[in-house]
Nanobody
């Protein structure tokens, strides 16, 4: 019954912006640690950003200063605001939830594709 649904991906020019959204159902959302890993073609999935239940954020070095992760607990939604996008940001971005009240298990959305190209 747990479901994570991402949206907001698409094609954008270098220097442009996108905002990804992920709506989570079937969990105590406010207690979840939420993250946005990504997977580029031919590469393994990598850490991008994470936000804890208390609102503490952590970012991978390549996106620091450009990406912002946030959450709206009233809407069971986590966001990733991506500014000054670069071609190397091209990847499938996944919504991830670590659910403390479901034994600390990770749940995943199917991903949304972000393509940065001129």
């Amino acid at each position: 019954q747990v479901q994570l649904v991402e949206s907001g991906g698409g094609l954008v020019q270098p220097g442009g912006s996108l905002r990804l959204s992920c709506v989570v159902s079937g969990s105590a959302f406010s207690a979840n640690t939420m993250g946005w890993p990504r997977q580029a073609p031919g590469k393994e999935r990598e850490f991008v950003a994470v936000i804890g239940a208390g609102g503490t954020t952590t970012y991978a070095d390549p996106v620091k200063g450009r990406f912002t992760i946030s959450r709206d607990n009233a809407k069971n939604t986590v966001y990733l605001q991506m500014n000054n996008l670069k071609p190397e940001d091209t990847a499938v971005y996944y919504c991830n939830a670590r659910m403390i009240f479901r034994g600390g298990m990770d749940y995943w959305g199917k991903g949304t594709l972000v393509t940065v190209s001129s």
